[in-house]
């Protein structure tokens, strides 16, 4: 089982940037489809961006279209989500989700419990 571990969350002022990482300990994720997902304060996990194994094909959900790209590195084994333009509305946990499969599908469409999680890491945009 793949164990995703983020990082590269912090404090940022409105319209700056940030990198995310996903790390996987244990397993590559060569083979894997990864996803990111943020979980606002008081709201429900919501999807953001996928990749599928190879990186050529990625997804993203509508308000971070444009802002962010998800790419990821196989020789770091690690999955990158860049950042930019960063609103308040962005400030949430952000977590990592390493799918069971090699397409984006099979982190938009699984079960929640399909995915392997991380712990998660805090973006705060102040304004």
């Known amino acids: 089982q793949v164990q995703p571990v983020e990082s590269g969350g912090g404090l940022v002022q409105a319209g700056g940037s940030l990198r995310l990482s996903c790390a996987a300990s244990?397993?590559?994720?060569?083979?894997?489809?990864v996803g990111w997902f943020r979980q606002a304060p008081g709201k429900e996990r919501e999807f953001v961006a996928a990749?599928?194994?190879?990186?050529?094909?990625?997804y993203y959900t509508d308000s971070v279209q444009g802002r962010f790209t998800i790419s990821r590195d196989s020789t770091r084994n690690t999955v990158y989500m860049q950042m930019n333009s960063l609103r308040r509305k962005d400030t949430a946990v952000y977590y990592c989700?390493?799918?069971?499969?090699?397409?984006?599908?099979?982190?938009?469409?699984?079960?929640?419990?399909?995915?392997?999680w991380g712990q998660g890491t805090q973006v705060t945009v102040s304004s």
């Open positions: 244990g397993r590559t994720l060569s083979n894997y489809a």
């Open positions: 989700a390493v799918a069971r499969s090699a397409e984006t599908t099979a982190v938009v469409q699984a079960p929640r419990e399909n995915l392997n």
């Open positions: 990749i599928n194994w190879s990186g050529h094909n990625t």
